[in-house]
Antibody, heavy 124, light 110 residues
């Protein structure tokens, strides 16, 4: 059974750096064709993809947030870390991590399993 | 602002069929497969359809997806009360290297 769980601060001050951890089980991020991504959702708004890290350490970022984001992994501890610098109130959202695995039949990546999400408020 | 356009709402009575549309461009839906996610109230999103029309294990066959050109559609047949949720389409933009773009979401009311 694959599970993911996000953790991190619930309150962040403007200009601070946010660090979120995704701890997972049931799969290995050393397995070819596996990735973990981060997606956020501001209150009452749509989902927004942030970043993705692949089994081979390759990474992808949202173009609009690329300069502020860093995604890393620790395969020995089964976790993925997302850092976002220079936080602003507009970054207030629920942040989700999700597992993705490449589907060789339809040749695509989708986010198969999601964590429960962690809510982050940015306020002074 | 979402890249993919969905109607804000859709509704139906139990047993009816509801369709949710998703409009994109040549670089996203026009190039790559479309995925759909269901988000029940207060819950995390769940993958409903991937690769335009594939259902993950455990997803009822009442849910189906299709794509034509730069648009996609999710159909829910035999609508049930537990289908009341927000539905999001998504696709990779450009190559599968990203970004992954979501739709604006459609609230389905039963």
């Amino acid at each position: 059974q694959i599970t993911l769980k996000e953790s991190g601060p619930t309150l962040v001050r403007p200009t601070q750096t946010l660090t979120l951890t995704c701890t997972f089980s049931g799969f290995s991020l050393t397995t070819s064709g596996v990735a973990v991504g981060w997606i956020r959702q501001p209150p009452g708004k749509a989902l927004e993809w942030l970043a993705l890290i692949y089994w081979d350490d390759d990474t992808r970022y949202s173009p609009s947030l690329k300069t502020r984001l860093t995604i890393t992994k620790d395969t020995s501890k089964n976790l993925v870390v997302l850092t976002m610098t220079n936080m602003d109130p507009v970054d207030t959202a629920t942040y989700y991590c999700a597992q993705s695995s490449y589907n060789w039949n339809v040749l695509t990546w989708a986010f198969d399993i999601w964590g429960q999400g962690t809510t982050v408020t940015v306020s002074s | 602002q979402s890249v993919l356009t969905q109607p804000p709402s859709a509704s139906g009575t139990p047993g009816q069929r509801v369709n949710v549309s998703c409009s994109g461009s040549s670089s996203d839906i026009g190039t790559n497969p479309v995925d759909w996610y269901q988000q029940l109230p207060g819950a995390a999103p769940k993958l409903l359809i991937f690769g335009n029309n594939q259902r993950p294990s455990g997803v009822p066959d009442r849910f189906s997806g299709s794509k034509s050109g730069t648009s996609a559609s999710l159909a829910i047949s035999g609508l049930q009360s537990e289908d009341e949720a927000e539905y999001y389409c998504a696709a990779w933009d450009g190559s599968l290297n990203g970004p992954y773009v979501f739709g604006s979401g459609t609230k389905v009311t039963v």
